[in-house]
């Protein structure tokens, strides 16, 4: 059957090993005779299968490797089933960021992988009194850590999620909703794992750079008799943060997997993830003396003119820590029941743990103390805001896809149906400073990370939610002829919501106290909600040629209250509370895409808007919050992935982000309509060559417009950042059949500037100054 017919496939073969630490990593990949780079494990395609059969394995995790001499960034398929066209003929925008481009560039995290997707990117450090933590995405001006999913599947948590056993990052823009269920407004980030292939081989790699980082990664698989194979991928970093003080990105994972009936009609995957991470957060750096900044107190002028503070700063403590914990079991089974009709069943338990203390602070008048005007170097920060987090998330749930192709004629169908029941649970308990303790104040300009003192501990606050999910979708695309194609989806979710709390009276999230002292622990929430969300999806496409299309799509999504993180709120201006209706999400597409130079290269192009309504906005007559309010972003995309020549490959985005207030209150900082945290424009491009004597160059640039803070009574502070253009290089070569060298330099001209801001402007993410990062790739 032909589900995607597909020319190419992702590269395969990367990383894994790995202990507790680094030390046990290595000794790990010498223990192995570990070989190959972390990019391109030589995977042996399956041989003597059917057509029917490879096109529908590479649906899935299952993928098969074609060698080229220069590389390849340019995938053409999605992993899922219910996507049954190739991109070329996909009414949407998407892009697929790859293993080797991952590789190529030493990209760790998922927020690394993703600078390849234009608009994509952590622009916001969080609210005033807290600080983001882990992959708190933006696209297209919304947040989207909530729409994270890995082959399909949520994947719940505010956590750093490592690419050592991810085999394609795939980024869809537009409302998902069909797709995935509740999910953000402009899009939704699917990681593919790796999985067994018919084969041997053996790879890995040990790599050295700036901020001490040091990180190992090993892959192997084996073929297990003639249709089986067992896959292990390990990995292990011990590295601190590229100008940074104390900031540490330490952890370990392993991810073994089975496949049975590889080249048959009944394929069985298993896989299990586990990955333990021990972290040292970043709160952030003071704001003062970046460009636009002004005093918090009018009374004291001076400290507009104050020097800036210098990016490397640590305001945290000792005691700050991030520990997580991640399990994920699943199993895939694929059943060819026809040479047009296939099952594609997937079961998933995951569970995150997360525990964090994470100093965050505030520079207002009152927290910044200035003893003496004329030095700044007596200047002191007050350590106030500890965040505190120890949540558990626990995901089951079972997908059921059905795929067939069927009729004939004039008009054909390929068709795919599905139902998925999920259950999600998240649990968090209180944490927070007891006895009025405290740490003590940083000095501003050289802050000393060994204060501690602060006494903590559980306040009897707890939060308990549970969102039970049935959905039920079918998509079909139907061929009119060689040129027409109508590709249509729609999917129905029957939600149910359970979220009880207590918390601390007084506090910005607790009940009133009545008769009872300040701080009492006293029930907060407890609520029930259900519903019904209905999605759609419809585009039409026209193929003036074979190699290229020309389309339409419209597509509607919506999301509940509490559907990001499982929480229920009643406070009057959340958007969490139960008796709020579901946001929606309208997004219109049109666009075009080409496959040029041979079928090498692949052009798209879009212009885009989406409007999301239902937002929750204060009137200011009677101060009561109504769902009347509107926001928009609209723009253009471009995009090129391919190859130029067979040793020239790129990969390359560019797009605008007119983002706006259509009805409601103004969030932006300088009162304008302006979405906040989003940059007007973005662009990013990587491409490499390999030169005649296999030494391979490569390079890429990154752009963000500028971006403007949002509003919440903060006095100065940056009311903006700057635009930014930062350039990365690379190259590699091939010591012997077994060993290459690569060199990654990372912001070449050591450009300063804001990565992200928080919502006050009080604190700000420093970009990473010019670093290094020298790897040993080993395969056999």
């Not at 948590?157 to 050592?164: E, K, P, T, Y």
């Not at 003396?289 to 503070?309: K, N, Q």
């Not at 054909?412 to 999600?424: D, M, P, R």
């Not at 039409?540 to 509490?562: H, I, W």
Request: net charge neutral; with cysteine.
């Amino acid at each position: 059957m032909a589900f995607i017919n597909s020319r190419k496939y992702p590269v395969t073969g990367r990383k894994s090993p790995t202990s507790c630490s680094m030390a046990s990593a290595a000794t790990l990949l010498a223990g192995l005779a570990l070989a190959g780079p972390a990019a391109a494990a030589d995977m042996p395609a399956a041989t003597g299968t059917t057509d029917a059969q490879m096109s529908h394995a590479s649906n899935l995790p299952g993928i098969k490797v074609e060698a080229s001499i220069s590389g390849d960034y340019r995938v053409d398929t999605l992993s899922s089933p219910k996507f049954t066209q190739p991109l070329l003929d996909t009414t949407q925008t998407i892009s697929v960021i790859g293993r080797e481009l991952i590789q190529q560039q030493g990209a760790t995290t998922l927020t690394d992988a993703l600078r390849n997707s234009p608009g994509v990117g952590t622009f916001y450090v969080g609210e005033n009194g807290s600080t983001s933590t882990g992959d708190a995405i933006s696209m297209r001006g919304f947040d989207t850590s909530s729409s994270i999913f890995v082959d399909g599947v949520r994947d719940t948590g505010s956590i750093s999620r490592d690419v050592f056993n991810i085999e394609q990052i795939e980024v869809t823009k537009g409302p998902d909703g069909t797709e995935y269920g509740r999910t953000a407004p402009t899009g939704a980030i699917n990681m593919v794992s790796k999985q067994p292939q018919r084969g041997h081989s053996l790879s890995g790699s040990v790599g050295y750079g700036s901020g001490s980082h040091r990180r190992a990664v090993a892959d192997w698989n084996q073929s297990i008799g003639g249709n089986a194979a067992f896959r292990l991928d390990v990995m292990g970093q011990d590295s601190g943060v590229a100008g940074r003080d104390k900031v540490e990105n330490d952890r370990w994972g392993i991810a073994p997997s089975l496949a049975f009936g590889l080249n048959t009609p009944t394929r069985l995957y298993l896989d299990f993830l586990h990955v333990k991470q021990d972290n040292v957060p970043d709160g952030g750096v003071s704001t003062i003396g970046l460009p636009g900044y002004s005093s918090p107190d009018p009374t004291r002028p001076f400290i507009t003119e104050a020097p800036r503070v210098d990016p490397d700063n640590f305001y945290g403590t000792r005691q700050d820590h991030e520990h997580v914990t991640t399990d994920m079991f699943t199993a895939i089974v694929e059943h060819d029941v026809s040479g047009n009709v296939a099952l594609h069943d997937t079961l998933r338990w995951g569970r995150t743990r997360q525990d964090y203390l994470l100093t965050s602070f505030t520079a207002t008048a009152a927290n910044l103390l200035t003893p003496d005007p004329a030095d700044p170097s007596s200047w002191t920060l007050a350590r106030s805001n500890p965040n505190f987090k120890h949540q558990n998330n626990r995901i089951i749930t079972n997908q059921t896809n059905l795929t067939a192709n069927f009729g004939s004629g004039a008009i054909t169908h390929n068709l795919s149906a599905g139902i998925e029941l999920t259950q999600e649970k998240a649990t968090t308990l209180g944490l927070a400073a007891l006895d009025g303790s405290t740490w003590p104040a940083a000095n501003l300009y050289h802050p000393d990370t060994r204060a501690d003192g602060l006494i903590y501990g559980e306040t009897g606050a707890y939060g308990n939610g549970t969102t039970d999910t049935a959905a039920a979708y079918v998509f079909d695309t139907m061929k009119f002829g060689a040129h027409w194609q109508i590709n249509a989806g729609a999917r129905l979710d029957h939600y149910r919501t359970e979220f009880s709390s207590t918390d601390l009276c007084g506090s910005r999230r607790g009940p009133a106290c009545g008769s009872n002292p300040v701080g009492t622990v006293l029930p907060s929430v407890d609520a029930r909600l259900s519903g019904n969300l209905p999605s759609y999806k419809l585009g039409v496409l026209y193929k003036p040629a074979a190699n290229g299309s020309l389309y339409a799509n419209f597509a509607m999504s919506q999301e509940p209250p509490g559907g990001s993180t499982l929480t229920l709120s009643n406070s009057a201006n959340s958007a969490d509370r139960p008796d709020l209706d579901p946001q929606k999400a309208r997004t219109v597409e049109v666009g075009t895409k080409w496959d040029l130079l041979g079928e090498r290269l692949l052009l798209t192009g879009a212009l885009y808007r989406t409007t999301v309504s239902n937002d929750l906005v204060q009137d200011p007559t009677d101060g009561l919050y109504y769902q009347v309010g509107r926001k928009r972003v609209q723009g253009i995309e471009i995009g090129a992935v391919g190859k130029l020549t067979e040793r020239w490959a790129v990969s390359a985005g560019y797009t605008t982000m007119d983002a706006r207030v259509v009805d409601g209150s103004a969030v932006a900082s300088d009162g304008s309509r302006d979405l906040a945290y989003t940059p007007k424009s973005a662009f990013t491009a990587w491409t490499t060559y390999r030169l005649p004597f296999d030494l391979t160059l490569g390079g890429g640039a990154r752009h963000a417009g500028e971006m403007k803070r949002g509003t919440d009574g903060a006095i100065g502070t940056p009311a903006h950042t700057d635009a930014y253009w930062v350039f990365d290089a690379m190259a590699s070569y091939p010591v012997s059949r077994h060993l290459s060298l690569q060199l990654n330099l990372y912001n070449v001209f050591d450009k300063s500037y804001v990565a992200a801001i928080n919502k006050s402007g009080y604190r700000y993410t420093p970009g990473t100054p010019r670093s290094a990062m020298l790897t040993a790739n080993i395969r056999f």
